[in-house]
């Protein structure tokens, strides 16, 4: 489980995050809505140790992520993270790129970590690009790749930051399916999105960041079909 109490991150005298308290069990799809600049993808980073804290704590799995003495990089093997850009190496290919973290991190030998990246690739639906560079695939193609990398990890927990928003519209779809056929496999996922249907047919529960805070948190059917913040209605009234 992630659990996560009275958590503050600041920006200089800007407050990001006012107190979040969330959990996340296993198995859980948790899908993030809300405006630009409520906090959304900072939590992710604060979760990830990407930012530091300056009030409350994040636990994964009973280690306190923010504690003197936490091993981040052991940590981080757990959580995979998917970025709005997918940031591959262009001088390795997709098997190549794949390969790299249980090569250096885990300590695989090359044939095992090979092995792993070709079973991830041909799971995100790319066996047929494994000797292809970055530069030939396409941006659904390359986030996709950048999901095997993470996969190629094996992550208890997968928190995908925006994995769509960079890419042209077309490409949006096999993305979604790729992070579908996870939730499917019972991945533990939190997924700052602005995909509605995406939240709305593949999510457990979905939260409203507004400004800093949870403003609302519940079943998809509540969040989209029966709304109580003022705040959700309005947002949701001005993505339909």
């Given at each position: 489980m992630i659990e996560i109490?009275?958590?503050?991150?600041?920006?200089g005298a800007f407050q990001v995050l006012?107190?979040?308290?969330?959990?996340?069990p296993k198995g859980e799809v948790l899908s993030i809505v809300g405006a630009s600049g409520s906090g959304k993808s900072t939590l992710l980073y604060c979760i990830n140790a990407l930012e530091a804290i300056q009030a409350g704590s994040v636990k994964v799995d009973g280690t306190d992520v923010h504690a003197k003495g936490t091993d981040v990089n052991l940590l981080r093997q757990k959580l995979g993270m998917v970025f709005q850009q997918w940031n591959s190496f262009p001088h390795l290919t997709a098997l190549q790129n794949v390969s790299l973290s249980p090569q250096i991190v885990k300590g695989k030998s090359k044939a095992?970590?090979?092995?792993?990246a070709a079973k991830r690739l041909e799971?995100?639906?790319?066996?047929?690009?494994?000797?292809?560079?970055?530069?030939?695939?396409?941006?659904g193609q390359q986030q996709r790749l950048a999901i095997a990398r993470?996969?190629?990890?094996?992550?208890?927990?997968?928190?995908?930051?925006?994995?769509?928003?960079a890419l042209?519209?077309?490409?949006?779809?096999?993305?979604?399916?790729t992070m579908r056929l996870l939730a499917e496999e019972g991945m533990t996922m939190i997924c700052v999105t602005h995909e509605m249907s995406?939240?709305?047919?593949?999510?457990?529960?979905?939260?409203?960041?507004?400004?800093?805070?949870?403003?609302?948190?519940?079943?998809?059917?509540?969040?989209?079909?029966?709304?109580?913040?003022?705040?959700?209605?309005?947002?949701?009234?001005?993505?339909?």
């Open positions: 109490r009275g958590l503050e991150k600041f920006f006012k107190g979040i308290d969330l959990d996340v095992e970590a090979r092995d792993i799971h995100v639906g790319l066996g047929d690009k494994m000797n292809v560079y970055p530069s030939a695939l396409s941006g993470a996969l190629a990890m094996e992550p208890e927990y997968m928190l995908f930051d925006e994995a769509t928003s042209d519209p077309e490409l949006v779809g096999e993305v979604l399916d995406f939240a709305r047919d593949v999510s457990d529960r979905v939260a409203f960041f507004h400004q800093g805070v949870i403003e609302e948190i519940d079943k998809p059917s509540e969040i989209f079909g029966a709304p109580k913040s003022p705040h959700l209605q309005k947002f949701l009234s001005n993505i339909r």
